[in-house]
């Protein structure tokens, strides 16, 4: 088996982790949760979004006699800004998501893996009868992932 990654995190760096992230969370209060709801309805800001809101801003700064009463240009500063700002957060912290992610899934599969290999062994070992491989054998039958727990069929002789 060609093993790819050797992963193991320190207890100093897990420590080290949870208090950058606490950091993190700390300096950036007004962070939200939306709802499912709130997630489909609301407008979407995408890469063309982003240069419109920034041209719009621009030009009602500019142009103040066209801005509608309604308008709250200090809230529409604030999150015009403020959306800028956290893309700066948003996108090397995404990055960082996604080597996380792959890591994760490279030693998941490399630790299923061996279990498999394990398994097989130990199913070979049961068959052969090495003592106390049956039970083993059959709790981690169990857990196989796929396996399921199918029900013995019943044979019902067929009455004419």
């Known amino acids: 088996m060609e093993n790819k990654?050797?992963?193991?995190?320190?207890?100093e760096a897990k420590a080290n982790i949870g208090k950058a992230i606490e950091t993190i969370i700390q300096n950036l209060p007004g962070l939200v949760n939306l709802t499912a709801v709130d997630r489909r309805t609301l407008p979407k800001m995408g890469d063309k979004s982003f240069a419109f809101v920034s041209k719009s801003f621009e030009y009602a700064v500019q142009n103040p006699k066209v801005i509608p009463g309604f308008l709250d240009m200090a809230e529409f500063e604030k999150d015009t800004i403020g959306m800028a700002e956290l893309k700066k957060v948003l996108i090397p912290?995404?990055?960082l998501v996604e080597k996380l992610d792959d890591t994760t899934l490279l030693t998941g599969s490399e630790a299923l893996?061996?279990?498999l290999v394990f398994y097989t062994a130990?199913?070979?070992a049961a068959k052969a009868g090495e003592?106390?491989?049956?039970?083993?054998?059959?709790d981690l039958q169990?857990?196989?992932p796929g396996h399921s727990?199918?029900?013995a069929p019943v044979n019902n002789p067929v009455v004419n």
């Open 149 to 151: 727990k199918s029900v």
């Open 131 to 138: 003592p106390g491989m049956k039970t083993v054998y059959a």
């Open 113 to 115: 893996s061996s279990a």
């Open 142 to 144: 169990s857990r196989y």
């Open 5 to 11: 990654i050797s992963f193991v995190i320190s207890d």
């Open 93 to 95: 912290l995404r990055q």
């Open 122 to 124: 130990l199913k070979g």
